[in-house]
T-cell receptor, first 112, second 113 residues
Framework: GDSVTQMEGPVTLSEEAFLTINCTYT??????LFWYVQYPGEGLQLLLK?????DKGSNKGFEATYRKETTSFHLEKGSVQVSDSAVYFCALSDVTGNQFYFGTGTSLTVIP | EPEVTQTPSHQVTQMGQEVILRCVPI?????FYWYRQILGQKVEFLVS????????KSEIFDDQFSVERPDGSNFTLKIRSTKLEDSAMYFC???????????FGEGSWLTVV
């Protein structure tokens, strides 16, 4: 079945460091891929998405490219801020759109 | 921006009691979902709902769970007889159609004691 494998955390970075959180997927057909963010005490917020191969999703300085050849959707940011501290979830929507599959989440802490 | 709203934000209930979690999806959305997240664990799919019926459900969604769209705007999740292991954050979500972007509410924390 469809699934998402996400880099284990927690990740601790200094402010202005480069961030990569790895995400790979297994799916039938051509799923849509997403990154969601959960700030402390809050719900899930859509960060960015990509719906087809080679699409790049971007938002708030974060980017991820849908790579079909490596079945990956790694999240990157060139310079993290303390306010980026949160849990990041990679997710996949199957081709029917009926189900979302979430990764286990990666906790990011950015220290000043 | 339109959003999915959920009530209550937090509920404490005794084991064995019935609980109803309420959601108001985005108004022109047609597909509705419930997910849950046990503290520190991954987000788990419970059920999807379309055209006034359940379209898919997980093994978590047993006979103790039910969903309803009673009035065309609300979408509720009922747990008939809560257990300690039902303690979790429950997220409602909706999507319009083929775009496949699901929008989540802020969640309802359920604590069963």
């Amino acid at each position: 079945g469809d699934s998402v494998t996400q880099m284990e955390g927690p990740v601790t970075l200094s402010e202005e460091a480069f961030l990569t959180i790895n995400c790979t997927y297994t799916a039938t057909g051509y799923p849509s891929l997403f990154w969601y963010v959960q700030y402390p005490g809050e719900g899930l917020q859509l960060l960015l998405k990509a719906t087809k191969a080679d699409d790049k999703g971007s938002n708030k300085g974060f980017e991820a490219t849908y790579r079909k050849e490596t079945t990956s959707f790694h999240l990157e940011k060139g310079s993290v801020q303390v306010s980026d501290s949160a849990v990041y979830f990679c997710a996949l929507s199957d081709v029917t759109g009926n189900q979302f599959y979430f990764g286990t989440g990666t906790s990011l802490t950015v220290i000043p | 921006e339109p959003e999915v709203t959920q009530t209550p934000s937090h509920q404490v209930t005794q084991m064995g009691q019935e609980v109803i979690l309420r959601c108001v999806p985005i108004s022109n959305h047609l597909y509705f979902y419930w997910y849950r997240q046990i503290l520190g664990q991954k987000v788990e799919f419970l059920v999807s709902f379309y055209n006034n019926e359940i379209s898919e459900k997980s093994e978590i969604f047993d006979d103790q769970f039910s969903v309803e769209r009673p009035d065309g705007s609300n979408f509720t999740l009922k747990i008939r007889s809560t257990k300690l292991e039902d303690s979790a954050m429950y997220f409602c979500a909706s999507r319009k159609g083929r775009e496949n972007t699901i929008y989540f509410g802020e969640g309802s924390w359920l604590t069963v004691v």
